[in-house]
C-alpha cells in the first residue's frame, strides 16, 4: 500500500476553499485479455458504441460511451500471461487486485493545468501534460497505490459522431475481428455468452 511521510495537509488553510469542477469520469480503465471479446461484449450487449481506439506497440486501449464525456476504457496487452479472475461484487478478494485506473473529466487546459499546479502544491507527485491526440491528461496516484488520471477532451469522442473512419479516434491499424465487423458493416457477427458470479456474495 502506497503511503507518505509527509505531514497531512492542514485542513484550514485558504487554498482548502478553492474547488475543482469536476465533469465526470472521463474513463474507467479495465484490463482485458481478449480486446476482441470485449469489444462484442460492451459494443454488442451492453450497446456502449465504441469511440476510439489506441494501438501502440503491444498495448491496445479502446473506449466505449457510456454518456457525454464519460467512457469505459480497455486494456489489452499482446503477449503477455497475465491471468483474468473472477470475483463476486461485494467480496473481498483474498488476493492482491486493483483495476488499471480511473480517469477524471475538467473542462480544459486552464483546468487541467490548475489541478496540477494543486496537486503539487499538496507535495503529490504529479506528471506533465501527456498529450493522446484527442485528449490531453495528467497522471498521480492516490494513498492506497491506485493509478489516477485527470483528462480533458480536445475534441469528445462521445459526441462526435463521425464512425470508425474518423482517423483522429481510431489509431489501431490493426484491430481486432469485432472492430474489423463493425466498420464494414455498422455490426457483430456474434456476442460471447457470460455467467453470473455469485459464490459467497451477499446482494440484498
Known amino acids: 500500500m502506497a503511503s507518505s511521510s509527509a505531514a497531512p495537509q492542514d485542513q484550514t488553510s485558504p487554498d482548502q476553499t478553492t474547488r475543482v469542477d469536476w465533469r465526470g469520469i472521463n474513463h474507467l480503465a479495465l484490463i482485458t485479455p481478449d480486446m476482441d471479446a470485449t469489444v462484442r461484449f460492451y459494443h454488442g450487449v451492453l450497446g456502449m458504441d465504441l469511440v476510439a ?7 491496445r486501449h479502446y473506449f466505449f460511451r457510456i454518456g457525454k464525456g464519460n467512457t469505459i476504457a480497455c486494456f489489452e496487452w499482446a503477449g503477455t500471461e497475465g491471468e483474468s479472475f473472477t470475483k463476486p461484487a461485494g467480496v473481498p478478494p483474498d488476493f492482491p487486485a486493483q483495476f488499471d485506473h ?12 490548475a489541478l496540477q499546479d ?3 502544491a499538496r507535495e503529490v507527485e504529479c506528471t506533465d501534460v501527456v498529450d ?15 493509478a489516477l488520471e485527470a483528462t480533458y477532451w480536445l475534441v469528445d469522442a462521445t459526441t462526435v459522431g463521425t464512425g470508425l473512419s474518423d482517423d483522429r479516434f481510431f489509431g489501431d491499424d490493426d ?5 474489423r ?10 456476442t460471447p455468452r457470460t455467467i453470473l458470479v455469485d459464490e459467497g456474495a451477499d446482494l440484498t
Do not use: K
Open 175 to 179: 484491430p481486432v475481428p469485432a472492430v
Open 132 to 146: 493522446h491526440g484527442f485528449m490531453h491528461s495528467i497522471y498521480f496516484t492516490d494513498p492506497n497505490g491506485i
Open 53 to 59: 481506439t489506441i494501438a501502440v506497440g503491444p498495448m
Open 181 to 190: 465487423e463493425l466498420a464494414a458493416g455498422g455490426r457483430l457477427d456474434w
Open 118 to 120: 494543486r496537486i503539487r
Open 102 to 113: 480511473v480517469s477524471f473529466n475538467v473542462e480544459d487546459e486552464a483546468a487541467l493545468l
